[in-house]
Nanobody, 118 residues
């Protein structure tokens, strides 16, 4: 299995930018798809962005054009670049990973809080 650790969360003003990092350790391989999820207060968890083994990316409509997911295989690290942040982006952000054969994301980070407020 793998261990995922998120970092980079914090308080940011509306319109600001923030980059989250997800460091993978353990039995991690490049054949893992990775994704960022978020869960706002009183809301269900939702997928924000995903990146496959071939670097194909997908984004939720709510963040498309503002967020960018990327990965550095040499560092076993995934990133989420967030720009033009709004209070609606306030949530706990989770990094997740899965193998090609998995039916769901198996590995999860502990989450990092992102708060967008003046």
């Amino acid at each position: 299995q793998v261990t995922l650790v998120e970092s980079g969360g914090g308080l940011v003003q509306p319109g600001g930018s923030l980059t989250l990092s997800c460091a993978a350790s353990g039995r991690f391989a490049n054949a893992h798809g990775m994704a960022w999820f978020r869960q706002g207060q009183g809301k269900d968890r939702e997928i924000v962005a995903s990146i496959g083994v071939s670097d194909v990316t997908l984004y939720a409509d709510s963040v498309k054009g503002r967020f960018t997911i990327s990965r550095d295989n040499a560092k076993n690290t995934a990133y989420l670049r967030m720009t033009n942040l709004t209070p609606e982006d306030t949530a706990i952000y989770y990094c997740a990973a899965k193998t090609v054969t998995s039916t769901k994301y198996t590995y999860w980070g502990q989450g990092t809080q992102v708060t967008v407020s003046s």
